[in-house]
């Protein structure tokens, strides 16, 4: 069973276009989050929430909307796609927002803004 | 600012050991993360220190010294499954929040 997954898996658009990836976890985690990790493999929080409410918004355009609908599931959609926005994409969770908790990480999503 | 270093790449034989080192200037700290990541792959949690020391696992200790902001990863009788990205990740505000370095490439050759 897959612990944390994401859909899809790549992503290829074009820009100007409006898309959204999907995180879920069975993990019955309380804190999720969502990364980029750039070309040179810098991995950046964007997001997290807890128990549905978000919790940290690190400086990112509003473009990017992350999306709760409940504990198991943390959404992302993207708005007017940009060529910058090219990425690996990961979703992860952790049992609690607390220190010292470790991240699960989703297998990540390549998305290509053409 | 916050910054974290690591070394961008590093070559080990295999059945030796490496230290991997991490130094870190950071707004908060409540404790320092070490991950790995494989090619193509999501990274895996590898250890958490938040306490002055070193933490052993098997194969894989990591050291922690806040006083001096730094921290290293030590591999031991290194394998080709070795062959990775090492990244050091600190929790600035205790929430959760990874600021992570760049990572270093490990390459494992025979």
């Known amino acids: 069973d897959t612990a944390v997954s994401q859909t899809p898996k790549y992503l290829v658009t074009q820009m100007g276009n409006d898309k959204s990836i999907k995180c879920e976890q069975n993990l019955g985690h309380d804190t999720m989050y969502w990364y980029k990790q750039d070309s040179k493999k810098f991995l950046k929080i964007m997001f997290s929430y807890n128990n549905k409410e978000l919790i940290i918004n690190e400086t990112v355009p509003n473009r990017f909307s992350p999306k709760s609908p409940d504990k198991a599931h943390l959404n992302l959609h993207i708005n007017s796609l940009e060529l910058g926005d090219s990425a690996v994409y990961f979703c992860?969770?952790?049992?609690?927002?607390?220190?010292?908790?470790?991240?699960?990480f989703g297998p990540g999503t390549r998305l290509t803004v053409t | 600012g916050q910054n974290i270093d690591q070394p961008t790449e590093m070559t080990a034989t295999e059945g030796a050991i490496v230290q991997i080192n991490c130094t870190y200037q950071?707004?908060?700290?409540?404790?320092l993360f070490w991950y790995q990541q494989h090619a193509g792959e999501a990274p895996t949690f590898l250890s958490y220190n938040v306490l002055d020391g070193l933490e052993e696992k098997g194969r894989f200790s990591s050291f922690l010294s806040r006083s001096k902001g730094y921290s290293y990863l030590l591999l031991k009788e290194l394998q080709m499954k070795d062959s990775a990205s090492y990244l050091c990740a600190v929790d600035q505000t205790g929430a959760n929040n990874l600021f992570f370095g760049t990572g270093t490439r490990l390459t494992v050759i025979p």
């Open positions: 950071t707004s908060g700290f409540n404790g």
């Open positions: 992860a969770s952790s049992q609690e927002l607390a220190p010292s908790y470790e991240q699960y």
